[in-house]
């Protein structure tokens, strides 16, 4: 375990008095062109563009069996709906997300350290990388919940204390995403500015955020204008497909009231030299399990 380093400055100040557009500061691709990776150099260029690139088929139908397997496993052990790591719907009661799965289950800790995977994630980093946050994502049909618009990064940096945006997420579907079932939303280039936030972050916000967002989420107006300058991408495609996205990225999804589900399996790199420090906007950190304080490598 590592602990954090102080606090550094504050790059992108959020949940303040008003809401305040801040442009990026950072790099999205942090390697040198021509780093060695899974990605080709046209790729990492469409990703440094859009904030998102997607994978038609990152794994095979026999490896999605596996981790499709191991995802019903996990949610349907009674052990596992009592963890803390466990968030359910707040309507039906039945399991929504599982945290920390690259720590509770051996075949998703393989899956993280895969260099199909972990790879992706150096190049755009460039450095190594930990595990910011892992977790199953299970939207069933008939009613499951969406997530609303938001960027990650603001979070993070808000209520875990990520410093820079140098952080990279990807979503591998579980289960086929139709154009009806609640799929990701991104709005490609909204990663170039910071959108700060307004209103205070309350006590233990993340027990209620990962039901349902309400602080840090941008006003109608800074959401029109961005959908109106961007546009809106919305992903579908087979399981085993993948999307990787940056963390500063506008994205959402809608509610799931088809019968079709839509599971995915969610993982957020983080660079070793841009370690959490102190929330930046919250009284107090997350638990670990949603916000790592472990710093290790992904080997």
Same mark, same amino acid.
């Given at each position: 375990?590592?602990?954090?380093?102080?606090?550094?400055?504050?790059?992108? @100040?959020?949940?303040?008095?008003?809401?305040?557009?801040?442009?990026?500061?950072?790099?999205?691709?942090?390697?040198?062109?021509?780093?060695?990776? @899974? +990605?080709?150099?046209?790729? #990492?260029?469409?990703?440094?563009?859009?904030?998102?690139?997607?994978?038609?088929?990152?794994?095979?139908?026999?490896?999605?069996?596996?981790?499709?397997?191991?995802?019903?496993? #996990?949610?349907?052990?009674?052990?596992?709906?009592?963890?803390?790591?466990?968030?359910?719907?707040?309507?039906?009661?039945?399991?929504?997300?599982?945290?920390?799965?690259?720590?509770?289950?051996?075949?998703?800790?393989?899956?993280?350290?895969?260099?199909?995977?972990? /790879?992706?994630?150096?190049?755009? #980093?460039?450095?190594?990388?930990?595990?910011?946050?892992?977790?199953?994502?299970?939207?069933?049909?008939?009613?499951?919940? /969406?997530?609303?618009? =938001?960027?990650? +990064?603001?979070?993070?940096?808000?209520?875990?204390?990520? @410093?820079?945006?140098?952080?990279?997420?990807?979503?591998?579907?579980?289960?086929?995403?139709?154009?009806?079932?609640?799929?990701?939303?991104?709005?490609?280039?909204?990663?170039? =500015?910071?959108?700060?936030?307004?209103?205070?972050? @309350?006590?233990?916000?993340?027990?209620?955020?990962?039901?349902?967002?309400?602080?840090?989420?941008?006003?109608?107006?800074?959401?029109?204008?961005?959908?109106?300058? =961007? /546009?809106?991408? #919305?992903?579908? /495609?087979?399981?085993?497909?993948?999307?990787?996205?940056?963390?500063?990225?506008? =994205?959402?999804?809608?509610?799931?009231?088809?019968?079709?589900?839509?599971?995915?399996?969610?993982?957020?790199?983080?660079?070793?030299?841009?370690?959490?420090?102190?929330?930046?906007?919250?009284?107090?950190?997350?638990?670990?399990?949603?916000?790592?304080?472990? +710093?290790?490598?992904?080997?």
């Amino acid at each position: 375990m590592t602990t954090a380093p102080e606090r550094t400055a504050d790059l992108y @100040p959020t949940r303040g008095t008003a809401e305040v557009i801040t442009p990026r500061k950072d790099p999205v691709v942090w390697s040198q062109p021509g780093a060695a990776g @899974p +990605f080709e150099p046209s790729e #990492l260029s469409d990703f440094e563009r859009d904030g998102f690139f997607a994978i038609p088929e990152l794994l095979t139908a026999e490896e999605v069996a596996v981790y499709r397997a191991e995802l019903d496993r #996990l949610v349907l052990d009674p052990a596992m709906r009592a963890n803390p790591r466990s968030i359910v719907e707040p309507k039906s009661q039945s399991v929504r997300s599982v945290f920390e799965v690259h720590k509770i289950s051996e075949v998703f800790a393989k899956l993280v350290a895969d260099p199909r995977v972990v /790879g992706r994630a150096r190049q755009i #980093l460039g450095s190594d990388v930990y595990v910011h946050q892992s977790r199953i994502n299970v939207k069933p049909g008939f009613g499951a919940s /969406g997530f609303y618009w =938001h960027s990650d +990064f603001e979070t993070w940096h808000a209520e875990d204390g990520l @410093p820079n945006m140098r952080t990279v997420s990807v979503s591998i579907a579980l289960t086929e995403n139709y154009d009806t079932n609640g799929g990701l939303m991104i709005m490609p280039g909204s990663h170039r =500015h910071f959108v700060g936030c307004e209103g205070e972050t @309350p006590k233990d916000n993340y027990k209620r955020s990962l039901q349902m967002q309400d602080a840090g989420i941008p006003s109608d107006k800074i959401l029109t204008n961005m959908a109106d300058e =961007h /546009g809106i991408r #919305l992903f579908t /495609g087979k399981a085993g497909s993948a999307t990787w996205f940056d963390c500063n990225a506008m =994205h959402g999804s809608g509610d799931n009231i088809t019968p079709y589900p839509r599971s995915n399996v969610f993982i957020v790199f983080n660079s070793v030299e841009n370690t959490a420090v102190e929330p930046f906007a919250a009284p107090v950190r997350r638990p670990e399990y949603i916000g790592a304080r472990d +710093f290790t490598p992904v080997k």
